[in-house]
C-alpha cells in the first residue's frame, strides 16, 4: 500500500506495545491525528536497549530510498533495562552505562535516517513496589516473586539516564514520565499492576506528547496537528455531480 500520510512510529517495550489498548496512549494519538499521520506500533514486550539494538537496522534500514523517513520516533525504553539482576526479571537488566550507551545508538541510527526525523525520549513510568508485589501475589499465588524485581528508586536512575542522553544527543526532547506521573494526586493508581500504564496513566502520556507536538510550530516540518493537511479532499468539497474534479491534481 502507498504511504500517502506521513508515519509516527512508536518504538519500545510492553509499554508501547499496549499503546493500542483500551484507553491507550498510542489509541489516542491515532485518534487525535487521524487522516493526517499513521501511527505505526514497533512495541516488543519484554525488550531492553540491547535486544532493540538487533532491531534497528530491520525496523529502521537506512539508505532505503524506496521507504520514506518517519516523520517522529517516540523511544520509550527503560522499565525492562531497570530490571534487578538475580531477581525474577534479571535476564533484562542492562547496566547504566550499557543502557545510556544502548540509547545513544538508537537515537544517532533514527537521526541518520534523514534531516527531518523527529526522535522523542520516554522515561520508564515510577514503580510501585507494593502494587507490583500485589499483582504478582495475584496472579502467581504461593509462587510468586518474594523480592521486588523493580524498584522505583532505580528505575529513577535509569530516568535519569535517559534525561542525560536527550541532552547529550543535542537536546532530544524528552517527556519524564518518572517524574510527571508521580506529580499526580494517588499516582499509584494510575498504573495497572505497578508497572505497566492504566488509563490515568496513558492519559497522561497521550497529554504529554500531545502537548510537545502542539508546540512544534518551530520544528521543520512542524507537526502541530492543526496544521498538517488531511491525505484526500474533504467530502463537503467533492461534487456529487463530477467527483472526479475533487481528484484531479492529486
Not at 502507498?2 to 489498548?21: C, E, K, N, Y
Not at 501511527?39 to 525496523?59: C, E
Not at 500485589?134 to 523480592?147: R, V
Not at 496537528?225 to 461534487?239: A, C, G, L, N, V
Request: proline share 8%.
Amino acid at each position: 500500500m502507498a504511504r500517502i500520510r506521513p508515519s509516527f512510529v512508536l518504538f519500545g517495550d510492553s509499554l508501547t506495545q499496549h499503546a493500542f489498548s483500551d484507553g491507550g496512549w498510542g489509541a489516542a494519538l491515532q485518534n487525535q491525528y487521524a487522516r493526517k499521520v499513521d501511527v505505526v506500533l514497533r512495541g516488543y514486550s519484554g525488550y531492553n536497549t540491547r535486544w532493540a539494538l538487533f532491531l534497528l537496522p530491520k525496523l529502521f534500514p537506512k539508505g532505503d530510498t524506496s521507504l520514506a523517513p518517519p516523520a517522529l520516533v517516540t523511544v520509550f525504553f527503560g522499565a525492562n533495562d531497570a530490571a534487578l539482576p538475580g531477581r525474577t526479571s534479571g535476564k533484562q537488566h542492562v547496566p547504566i552505562p550499557e543502557f545510556k550507551e544502548n540509547l545513544r545508538v538508537i537515537v544517532t541510527h533514527l537521526q541518520l535516517l534523514g534531516p527531518d526525523v523527529r526522535v522523542v525520549l520516554i522515561t520508564p513510568p515510577p514503580v510501585d513496589e507494593a502494587g507490583r508485589l500485589e499483582f504478582a501475589k495475584a496472579t502467581y499465588g504461593d509462587k510468586c516473586m518474594k523480592e521486588p524485581e523493580r524498584t522505583n528508586e532505580v528505575t529513577g536512575k535509569y530516568a535519569g539516564a535517559v534525561r542525560e542522553v536527550a541532552e547529550a544527543c543535542g537536546g532530544v526532547p524528552v517527556i519524564d514520565l518518572w517524574t510527571v506521573l508521580q506529580q499526580q494526586p494517588h499516582w499509584q493508581s494510575l498504573l495497572s499492576d505497578g508497572l505497566h500504564l492504566a488509563p490515568g496513566g496513558n492519559k497522561v502520556l497521550f497529554e504529554q506528547l500531545s502537548a510537545l507536538l502542539q508546540s512544534s510550530a518551530d520544528w521543520t516540518p512542524p507537526l502541530v496537528q492543526e496544521t498538517m493537511p488531511w491525505d484526500f479532499p474533504e467530502h463537503i468539497d467533492i461534487d456529487g455531480e463530477n467527483p472526479g474534479k475533487a481528484f484531479k491534481d492529486l
